[in-house]
């Protein structure tokens, strides 16, 4: 007797809904949902029992930083991967989902040092809760110069970034980051909520096409000035706040793996 041979796509879909379901008597349940409750409710029980354990959760290519996860951690690990130019466009699609205060990344380690300079990497990591790994060989001195970059921009995160972290506005100036490897443009704006302040970091990701980019700032008040610094030369201007979110400012970038930061602050607010 001939037996008709089932097909993979059939056993795939039989498969799926044998470990998506489970028949209770005569109701059928949900086992995600099952799943997760029990999961949640293990991660409850640990923190009640360890109040001052810090447990930290790594999401396993970003499976794992749904709200009820995020919640129950003190670190959520997005992701393994901190190569850039698609490390841009993990931490910009990770800052719409979760507030960036939650959103942990690294910088020296997993190969980010393989593409993209030094500013590159740090700068994308000012805007969600940086970590510092392996900076420089095993058993070698520090670099002078990379050492007092990395304490400048690390006493530019906890005395003037994190402050207002908590309660900020970040903006999405390019949202939508098409490919594995993004290309073009990407900038990422985080203000505080009372307009006072911010930084806002510009990226030339792979094959840039455009070395020129109109940046009109939005987390800003009309009715303030502002003293804006330019992180790559040092130099520093004011301006109106209606003159940078109406008008713009024009960043030129050349080449793909470049960036540039701006740091903006009120001046003579009332």
């Known amino acids: 007797m001939r037996r008709e041979?089932?097909?993979p796509r059939r056993r795939c879909t039989w498969d799926w809904l044998a470990c998506t379901q489970n028949r209770r008597g005569d109701y059928i349940e949900s086992a995600f949902w099952r799943y997760y409750e029990?999961?949640?409710?293990?991660?409850?029980?640990?923190?009640?029992r360890f109040p001052q354990v810090i447990f930290?959760?790594?999401?396993?290519?970003?499976?794992?930083?749904?709200?009820?996860?995020?919640?129950?951690?003190?670190?959520?690990?997005?992701?393994?991967?901190?190569?850039?130019?698609?490390?841009?466009a993990i931490t910009n699609g990770?800052?719409?989902?979760?507030?960036?205060?939650?959103?942990?990344?690294?910088?020296?380690?997993?190969?980010?040092?393989?593409?993209?300079?030094?500013?590159?990497?740090?700068r994308l990591l000012l805007f969600v809760?940086?970590?510092?790994?392996?900076?420089?060989?095993?058993?070698?001195?520090?670099?002078?110069?990379?050492?007092?970059?990395?304490?400048?921009?690390?006493?530019?995160?906890k005395n003037f970034i994190r402050p207002f972290m908590p309660e900020s506005r970040i903006y999405h100036h390019t949202p939508v980051v098409n490919s594995i490897e993004p290309q073009g443009w990407g900038v990422l704006e985080l203000?505080?909520?009372?307009?006072?302040?911010?930084i806002c970091g510009l990226f030339q990701l792979a094959a840039p096409t455009f070395p020129e980019y109109t940046l009109r700032l939005r987390g800003l008040d009309v009715g303030h000035?502002?003293?804006?610094?330019?992180?790559?030369?040092?130099?520093?201007?004011?301006?109106?706040?209606?003159?940078?979110?109406?008008?713009?400012?024009?960043?030129?970038?050349?080449?793909?793996l470049t960036s540039e930061l701006l740091v903006f602050e009120a001046v003579n607010v009332i």
């Open 56 to 88: 930290e959760n790594c999401a396993g290519g970003g499976g794992r930083t749904d709200l009820g996860i995020v919640r129950r951690f003190s670190h959520t690990w997005v992701t393994d991967w901190q190569i850039a130019p698609r490390s841009f």
């Open 38 to 48: 029990a999961q949640y409710a293990i991660y409850d029980r640990l923190r009640a």
């Open 191 to 198: 203000a505080s909520a009372d307009h006072l302040c911010g």
């Open 129 to 157: 809760r940086p970590t510092i790994g392996f900076t420089c060989p095993l058993d070698m001195g520090w670099n002078p110069l990379l050492l007092a970059k990395l304490r400048r921009l690390v006493e530019l995160y």
């Open 225 to 256: 000035r502002y003293r804006v610094t330019f992180d790559n030369s040092g130099q520093t201007c004011e301006m109106d706040g209606v003159a940078l979110m109406q008008q713009g400012l024009t960043i030129r970038l050349e080449g793909a």
């Open 5 to 7: 041979r089932q097909s």
């Open 94 to 122: 990770m800052t719409m989902a979760l507030p960036p205060e939650y959103v942990d990344r690294l910088i020296g380690g997993q190969s980010g040092h393989t593409r993209a300079d030094f500013d590159f990497q740090a």
